[in-house]
């Protein structure tokens, strides 16, 4: 049945994209207060979309629990649910397979502006590229599920597997409220296969799975001194500086090597197989390549002795985000600050729990804060690390898909970000999950000038079409 | 004939201090590109006081010089120049001295706003004091000058010295303005000795004259690191990370005991004599009271071995004012930035130069630059630091004058902070300088809710109208 969906797809690509375009332009940035109400105008959009594509039990579910009541940056953005659950049962009498598909309509913010080539919120076609904030990052790969299903309604009026949606407008501030939904109302969500569209391909034309993730803690890191800001004359000497003593802590936390400092912090981490290093070997990356077209820098960092795809897929990392105190004006004021704040995340790998590695962290900082300075280390969020078996037939079926498509085997490896959701699924819903993503690596994903690839869009929506063909079949879902 | 100056200063206190509010309601903030109107108001204000006063060629000079062109937060705000050269000759036919009074009208930023208990630009009386951004730094202490030539020419149609005014607009961003004038039109600021009111006394009702200051480098350290800003989770691991490298740059700076790690940094400071150091070990000073009440911090920093007034006042210090890059708003963002600034400067001491010490920084900086990035460091603005020879009739009369009013001696002290033009007066001019400030230690000079005791607005007025009055005297200046 999926060829007369596909061909339908193919036909309707153009209205499909100028609707991505739609939704493009709501600045749904989930971390930004002044944007609830574009946050909450993406979910009603993607609602729309879910219904007239002829999906059931369309609404918004207010995520404003107890849980994520009081957490910095969280806004209680809303979740969009659907469903579908009505397919034909199998010869044998039993069920079709559920599938869950994810994705998430909000946004990292556009800042710095003035780098990006075309407005982020006015989405532009360069190339055969769209760029616009949230082209790849997420609403573009989530709007090709959305696609699909429509596909498979209109072309078939039926589609070939139960399916359940959930979307996410939280899933750039940690995904609080969607979490706590899947604890509290985990049955909701039922699925055999959950059907995440969030990842990248490795290369151009390379079809790829991710099969595992990092995870991470987002912490915020408040250095307190004088009771009040001073000017650096008057008390450059005797009074303690917050920035100075953040960057002394900052320094103390990796080593020049890239190890981190932090005690216990490598504890149990499972290292990657020797099967799966080897494949990695063999996928097509030059590290010269990556070093200068993909990153631009003058070298590569991190710990010695491990390959890059090593060290962003299967090592932690600890990264500085922003700086605020003190003063960030053009020209110069000579103040000594009373407070100052680090945001500091680390990358967790398999084995790594994120309670504990935070604790871990917040006792080593309480150790080695200089004198005179008060430290405070806060959680703003985490994501476990998960890694996905890939000997299952869901796996099995988004594999052939994908290499139908794309007419060539498809590739398994893992990513170095987090998608908090995946480690819930996993342990909260006992669902295993494919990471079906359409990305590309230079893509600029939470930059200045995001993009997503056209052709990939329109791959994305006839390789999810045949996912789900090829999971309602009996043969597959049997095997 | 200073009695009857003082009298009128005395019956038209009131009016004095209300025209200081109206010049303190400007906000005219030097390094902020918005307020170059307000800055100029401001100049045209002086100007106006100068003139009611009876000084005459009062008028605006512009300071947008090649030498200042193009500097970060020069906005080229312009110097006010006043002068009364009338004074009438000595018995013995020669001319009494000039003196130059030196102040300014600009002010630091009032940022952050929230921590105002009333608002920075509206000046509001409580216990005695006057709150406003600038009241004490340094329009209140320049309006001294200007209300006190008013008292002598109001009260006796003259002045008891020629009396040359400059006040400049800069002060709060480097001063680039007037030491470009200073350099290229010495000759018009020709003058015996300067006054300069922008200082504070040792203690309340503690007469004080300050007879040295730090000089400084104030910089901007810019790292590099990837072509874009990247996304941690994909990239963490390997690109290297600017806030990570601004951190790592500076904590090796500095020592955890406070000493400063850039070679040679050292080299070539002069210590004060020991009777200096004698008398500051006598001044009223609670180490334990200072840390509570003034810094409020759990533990003072700075080098081991030195007093808290030598480490403020005559040795060297390094700060970090503020960072800029990456996110730094509310909540997360997972981005390595390709780029951040940290504003450091470094407090000198007398044997220190400027020059000097930047290039050692830089050189230093340069040569522990982590991998993968590249650093450039920028001198935004510099001063000198000067030490004021205590033994001659201008320092006398100075100490006299401050005597006389508060009923007590008056102390020597020295500065932490930097008044740059200082040292231009003694390199350029070589006018020795007199400062006799009237600032309170807990001015909050620089900071939120910055005040001006009220009692010494008006003894500051007094002060310099005894000062330019024993300047005159025949006895006094050929002594």
Chains 1, 2 share one sequence.
């Not at 999926?2 to 193919?10: I, P």
């Not at 090593?310 to 922003?322: N, Q, S």
């Not at 309480?366 to 890694?387: E, F, N, Y």
Request: charged content about 25%.
């Amino acid at each position: 049945m999926s060829e007369t969906a596909v061909g339908y797809a193919r036909e309707q690509g153009q209205r499909f994209v100028s609707e991505l375009k739609d939704l493009l332009r709501i600045p749904s940035v989930s971390t930004a207060p002044e944007h609830v109400g574009d946050v909450r105008r993406a979910a009603e959009f993607v609602a729309a979309g879910l219904r007239s594509a002829g999906m059931e039990q369309v609404r918004l579910i207010e995520t404003s629990t107890e849980a994520s009541q009081g957490r910095p940056g969280h806004q209680g953005h809303p979740l969009v649910y659907a469903e579908w659950l009505r397919a034909e049962p199998l010869p044998d009498g039993s069920a079709r397979p559920t599938v869950l598909l994810y994705g998430h309509y909000d946004v990292q913010p556009a800042e710095p502006l003035e780098e990006w080539k075309s407005p982020p919120f006015e989405p532009t076609e360069r190339d055969g590229n769209i760029y616009a904030r949230g082209a790849v990052d997420d609403k573009g790969q989530m709007w090709m599920q959305v696609k699909a299903l429509e596909s498979l309604l209109k072309a078939d009026g039926r589609l070939p597997v139960n399916v359940r949606v959930i979307v996410e407008g939280e899933e750039e501030v940690g995904g609080e409220g969607i979490a706590a939904f899947v604890r509290e109302h985990g049955e909701q969500l039922k699925a055999d296969v959950a059907l995440v569209s969030d990842t990248e391909m490795f290369a151009p034309e390379l079809p790829t799975l991710t099969v595992g993730l990092r995870g991470m803690i987002y912490t915020e890191l408040e250095a307190r001194g004088a009771a009040t800001d001073l000017h650096s004359g008057m008390y450059g000497g005797a009074a303690p500086n917050p920035l100075v003593a953040l960057a002394q802590i900052i320094a103390q936390l990796k080593t020049a090597d890239g190890h981190i400092a932090v005690p216990g912090f490598y504890d149990g981490i499972e290292e990657p197989t020797p099967a799966e290093l080897e494949a990695w070997g063999s996928l097509p990356f030059d590290e010269e390549e990556y070093r200068r077209h993909e990153v631009g820098s003058t070298a590569l960092t991190g710990e010695e002795g491990y390959s890059v795809l090593e060290r962003t897929w299967a090592r932690p990392t600890m990264d500085v985000h922003g700086v605020v105190g003190g003063f960030t004006g053009v020209g110069a004021k000579t103040v000594i600050p009373a407070r100052a704040t680090a945001k500091i995340s680390f990358r967790l790998v398999p084995g790594m729990k994120p309670e504990e590695t935070f604790a871990r962290y917040k006792r080593f900082v309480a150790q080695i804060c200089p004198r005179g300075i008060q430290v405070k280390a806060t959680l703003i969020h985490s994501g476990d690390p998960i890694v996905v078996s890939t000997d299952n037939q869901y796996v099995h079926a988004a594999t052939e898909a994908m290499a139908e498509v794309f007419g060539k085997p498809t590739v398994f490896v893992r990513g170095g970000g987090s998608i908090p959701i995946v480690g819930d699924f996993v342990r909260e819903l006992e669902t295993p999950t494919v990471l079906m993503g359409f990305g590309l690596p230079d893509d600029n994903l939470h930059a200045p000038n995001e993009k997503f690839h056209l052709a990939n869009f329109h791959r994305g929506i006839e390789s999810i079409v045949r996912f789900l063909d090829k999971v309602g079949e009996p043969a597959k879902a049997g095997s």
